[in-house]
Nanobody, 117 residues
């Protein structure tokens, strides 16, 4: 499975950004992770092929994950951004449960999100 992430960039605190990830084929679940400077990779959110969604606590209510199965596309809409959201964001996919996991099979390249205060 090949994953191609796009989007990201620079936003001010309180602003919004949208990330996209195109997959070469359908998988059980797709997810976003992020890694900020000096920190480990962190789970952000995941969505299964049939629409079950999972979020990391710090992004609940601010980020919305969705997927278009017809297009094999994963979307992350980020709103009310905070400087702590600054990180390289990675999309990932896995073939089997569970979706709420750090053990993903396939990874896209990262895309940088920078939130200024």
């Amino acid at each position: 499975v090949q994953l191609q992430a796009s989007g990201g960039g620079l936003a001010q605190a309180g602003g919004s950004l949208r990330l996209s990830c195109a997959a070469s084929e359908r998988t059980f679940s797709m997810a976003w992770f992020r890694r900020s400077s000096g920190n480990d990779r962190e789970f952000v959110g995941a969505v299964t092929w049939n629409g079950f969604k999972y979020y990391e606590d710090s992004v609940k209510g601010r980020f919305t994950i969705s997927r278009d199965n017809a297009e094999n596309m994963l979307i992350l809409r980020m709103s009310n951004l905070k400087p702590d959201d600054t990180a390289v964001y990675y999309c990932a996919a896995k073939l089997n449960p569970p979706a709420r996991s750090s053990e993903y099979d396939y990874w896209g390249q990262g895309t940088l999100v920078t939130v200024s205060s």
